[in-house]
Every structure is written in structure tokens, then in C-alpha cells.
């Protein structure tokens, strides 16, 4: 059974730094491109950033030069640095497959942005 697990979120002050983790089945991660996507208060979910199985990586406008994607193959794990962070960062962060399926859809992570 595919499962995709994040965590590492929290609550920040404006300017400060998280670091997102998602476990993911090995079943889905080694030839999929990962992405973390969120979902802000009264929002749809967004794609935020993306990674090849190979490292290649995109990000959404509003976090290009703050967020960094990264993948650790071995651990079946994708991870999201996030620096800088701004209040309308704020929402649930979650992790699947690009482009995203369904029944992947995890709990996801809170990250709240607030002084």
C-alpha cells in the first residue's frame, strides 16, 4: 500500500527556516518525480516545487531563491528547505507524485508563519 508521510512542520517567526521531510513507499518514489504541493485557509492546493527521480528541479514563482527540493533516493525520501519564510507561506504542505494522484494524498504538515 502506497503511504507518503510529512512532517518537520511548525510554527516560525517572518525570516525563519523549516525543513520539510516526506517518507514515501518505495513502491512510487524511485522512477517518480516528487513534488510538495500546499494548501492554504480558503485556498486550492498549489504545486510549490519538484523533483526528478534524476535531481532536476522546479519551483513555483513565489518560492524560487527561498525553498530548495532534494531527494534522498536511498531513504525514499523527499525533503523541502524553506527559508525566509513569509506569512503567506502559511498552510498545510503535503508531498505526492507530479502530477499528483489522488489516493496519495497524506495528512500532510502545518506550517504557520507568525510573529
Known amino acids: 500500500q502506497v503511504q507518503l508521510v510529512e512532517s518537520g512542520g511548525g510554527l516560525v517567526q517572518p525570516g525563519g527556516s523549516l525543513r520539510l521531510s516526506c517518507a514515501a513507499s518505495?513502491?512510487?518514489?524511485?522512477?517518480?518525480?516528487m513534488g510538495w504541493y500546499r494548501q492554504a485557509p480558503g485556498k486550492q492546493r498549489e504545486a510549490v516545487a519538484a523533483i526528478s527521480s534524476g535531481g532536476s528541479t522546479n519551483y513555483a514563482d513565489s518560492v524560487k531563491g527561498r525553498f530548495t527540493v532534494s531527494r534522498d533516493n536511498a531513504k525514499n525520501t523527499v525533503y523541502l528547505q524553506m527559508n525566509s519564510l513569509k506569512p503567506e507561506d502559511t498552510a498545510v504542505y503535503y508531498c505526492?507524485?507530479?502530477?499528483?494522484?489522488?489516493?496519495?494524498w497524506g495528512q500532510g504538515t502545518q506550517v504557520t508563519v507568525s510573529s
Open positions: 505526492n507524485v507530479v502530477p499528483p494522484y489522488p489516493r496519495y
Open positions: 518505495g513502491s512510487i518514489f524511485s522512477l517518480n518525480r
